[in-house]
């Protein structure tokens, strides 16, 4: 008896051992890289639905630096008390490209990063390949300094513009376009993603692949998983986030290659949520392109009522106006989202509040998105583009969550893309202000 009991005990003991030893398991006692479990059954060949929501949320030291460097104030007394015990995945923040501030945008390892900061939306640039796949990427024309194509030379040598090394005698720059429409997915699928930089004075594709900013890293470019959409809405899933996929602008001329429409085009990004079974009500469609829009509003409603118009175009009295806001609702579009710049300005005492185009678009019963913050590097000198209209008030990295705040309770956005979820969920749990993902 006592021998069956230690015989038992024993296999017990091996079988725990083997289930703590296998390379899936996240149990197993060592530190397992960010990804890896989710690149693990990629490479397998199989997607299974995981409790990614139910994951904790790790929001790493930053949130709680910025605070730090804030300007003295309630608002910092109150992210200074706030309780990140239990902190929640919310709809408020959402994953730019991922985690594009430290990790190669749009790849499976930027997406988790994201998720893992408590990202309730995570997006995916939608361009499209030679053979009409649908994969993301920031731009159709991105891949010379996104990926590392240019030292490729079969693919380098099917580039738009194949790589020109500078030179240094004339100061000419190095030259180099890739598009996506340019290869095929599989040769697509070949790639590995990096930070997105370029040494414009290279004289090699492999010094081409350099220049990553200074307040970058690139620490975490060391593995970059290309993804088509269709993966992307996989791993999502998987991740429990929802979805706001992009239609890019094409730079090839349309129809592409005499019979692929903008329309086919905008037809199949929302295809491959139908064909998935994703409810509408986790998707927002976005395009800067009012028509694909108003396509989507009329084709397919259902996604259609969270279409997002993003907005870029310079801040008129025209298209600033009620009147134009209330025409773009009238027209069935429900959610705008512009440059973050747009939604707000200083007032006569020089505080941070929200501008015209912001109170005439909460106005006309407009839902608003911003973007995109922790993408400006240090903001020490102002922010740059992104805070083109409050620069005067922007004097170090802590005001982004001065940005964050009047953005969130003054404006009244629904969600703000960040570089950096970690921050904006922070800030939503800590406020109370925010959707929270279903």
């Given at each position: 008896m006592k021998l069956r009991i230690i015989v038992g005990l024993?296999?017990?003991?091996?079988a725990l051992s083997l289930a703590q030893a296998s390379p899936g398991n996240a149990h197993s006692g060592q530190w397992v890289p960010p990804g890896l479990d989710e690149w693990q059954e990629v490479a397998a060949g199989s997607w299974h639905?995981?409790?990614?929501?139910?994951?904790?949320?790790?929001?790493?030291?930053?949130?709680?630096?910025?605070?730090?460097?804030?300007?003295?104030?309630?608002?910092?007394?109150?992210?200074?008390?706030?309780?990140?015990?239990?902190?929640?995945?919310?709809?408020?923040?959402i994953g730019h490209r991922g985690a594009a501030l430290q990790f190669p945008e749009h790849t499976l390892e930027s997406y988790v990063a994201a998720a893992r900061m408590g990202a309730g939306i995570v997006e995916c640039d939608v361009a499209f390949t030679q053979d009409r796949e649908l994969v993301c990427r920031h731009a159709q024309n991105d891949l010379h300094t996104t990926t590392?194509?240019?030292?490729?030379?079969?693919l380098n040598a099917k580039c738009t513009q194949p790589f020109v090394p500078a030179d240094p005698a004339t100061g000419t720059p190095a030259k180099a376009e890739c598009r996506t429409s340019d290869i095929t997915l599989a040769e697509f699928k070949s790639l590995k993603g990096k930070m997105d930089a370029f040494n414009p004075m290279a004289t090699t594709p492999e010094e081409y692949l350099a220049g990553t900013a200074d307040w970058r890293t690139d620490l975490y470019a060391s593995r970059g998983t290309l993804m088509t959409h269709r993966e992307s809405i996989e791993l999502f899933r998987a991740l429990g986030v929802k979805f706001t996929p992009e239609l890019k602008s094409p730079v090839v001329d349309m129809p592409f290659e005499g019979d692929y429409s903008q329309q086919d085009y905008a037809r199949q990004m929302i295809q491959d949520y139908i064909d998935a079974g994703v409810n509408p009500r986790d998707v927002w469609p976005q395009s800067f392109n009012l028509e694909d829009v108003l396509f989507w509003v009329n084709e397919t409603p259902r996604f259609g009522r969270q279409a997002v118009f993003l907005d870029q175009a310079a801040a008129t009295p025209e298209n600033s106006s009620l009147a134009y806001m209330e025409s773009l609702?009238?027209?069935?579009?429900?959610?705008?989202?512009?440059a973050l710049w747009k939604m707000l300005a200083l007032d006569s005492h020089g505080e941070i509040v929200?501008?015209?185009?912001?109170?005439?678009?909460?106005?006309?019963?407009?839902?608003?998105?911003?973007?995109?913050?922790?993408?400006?590097?240090?903001?020490?000198?102002?922010?740059?583009?992104?805070?083109?209209?409050?620069?005067?008030?922007?004097?170090n990295d802590g005001d982004v969550l001065k940005v964050i705040d009047v953005l969130a309770r003054d404006v009244g956005v629904?969600?703000?893309?960040?570089?950096?979820?970690?921050?904006?969920?922070?800030?939503?749990?800590?406020?109370?202000?925010?959707?929270?993902?279903?």
């Open positions: 024993s296999l017990c003991t091996l639905k995981r409790t990614g929501a139910k994951a904790p949320i790790h929001l790493g030291p930053r949130p709680f630096w910025l605070v730090e460097d804030m300007d003295e104030g309630p608002l910092k007394e109150r992210l200074q008390s706030c309780n990140t015990r239990h902190i929640k995945r919310s709809d408020f923040s590392n194509i240019v030292a490729i030379p079969e609702k009238a027209r069935g579009v429900n959610v705008v989202a512009p929200p501008s015209e185009y912001a109170e005439n678009a909460r106005t006309a019963g407009l839902d608003m998105i911003a973007w995109t913050v922790e993408r400006s590097g240090p903001l020490a000198n102002g922010g740059g583009w992104y805070y083109q209209t409050v620069t005067d008030a922007i004097n629904i969600g703000i893309f960040s570089d950096w979820p970690a921050t904006t969920t922070f800030y939503a749990n800590c406020m109370g202000t925010a959707r929270k993902s279903r």
